[in-house]
């Protein structure tokens, strides 16, 4: 019986993985309505937004039970690359792991890109990433912006672990967010999660953003 669940629970898997491959255009899920106290949760793994644009793959939302999908292998377009992305979300949690990253026109690589959500408090973290051949931190601080020159395409800005607080209240962090100056601007933004309670009627104040670390990072060759 164990052996007979586990080819079950591998072909969902690659069920899950087809079909996401397979929409033309995969529109963010509307948020499930708390389920309790006001908090909901939302994640995904990543999103391309420029000449071509990838809608947040895979991606998921819940305000109550835990939700989780997962997808295989990303491979719409030639800028970005990716295995394994897996995605869940709660009323008060959520978490995006993407595996075995690579945008060839940046230099960049990682073997796991992740972000998680915990009652409003985002954090982030990275395995074996680099860019242009440097060693990126494991757990960057929050809004960590490194400018990056790459010989053939310009002057690049890798964001790391940048967190925001949304119009509705709860709290967003993106792992990884990369503008390229390609020939037309384009953002690359892997490993979301949001989390924390929605503001009951109104917005609430935003709350004061983490003050933002600079990196200089000139890249020849």
Request: hydrophobic share 40%; proline share 9%; with cysteine.
């Amino acid at each position: 019986m164990r052996v007979s669940f586990r080819r079950i629970a591998t072909a969902g898997l690659l069920a899950t993985g087809l079909a996401a491959a397979l929409a033309p255009a995969l529109a963010p899920p509307a948020l499930a309505e708390p389920g309790s106290g006001g908090a909901a949760g939302s994640a995904y793994g990543l999103t391309l937004s420029g000449p071509l644009d990838i809608a947040p793959i895979p991606a998921v939302s819940s305000g109550s039970e835990q939700v989780e999908k997962a997808l295989l292998r990303e491979k719409s377009t030639k800028l970005v690359r990716a295995e394994v992305l897996d995605v869940k979300a709660a009323a008060s949690r959520a978490r995006s792991k993407v595996a075995r990253l690579s945008v060839p026109s940046a230099d960049l690589l990682a073997s796991a890109v992740a972000a998680k959500c915990d009652d409003g408090r985002g954090s982030a973290h990275l395995l074996n990433a680099r860019i242009a051949g440097r060693e990126i931190d494991a757990s960057p601080a929050p809004n960590t912006r490194i400018p990056v020159k790459i010989e053939g395409v310009g002057d690049a800005t890798l964001t790391l672990n940048k967190q925001r607080r949304m119009p509705d209240g709860r709290t967003n962090v993106t792992a990884m967010e990369l503008t390229l100056p390609l020939t037309e601007p384009t953002t690359l933004r892997v490993a979301s999660a949001t989390c924390g309670k929605k503001a009951p009627g109104k917005k609430r104040p935003a709350a004061p953003a983490p003050t933002p670390v600079k990196r200089d990072l000139p890249v020849t060759g």
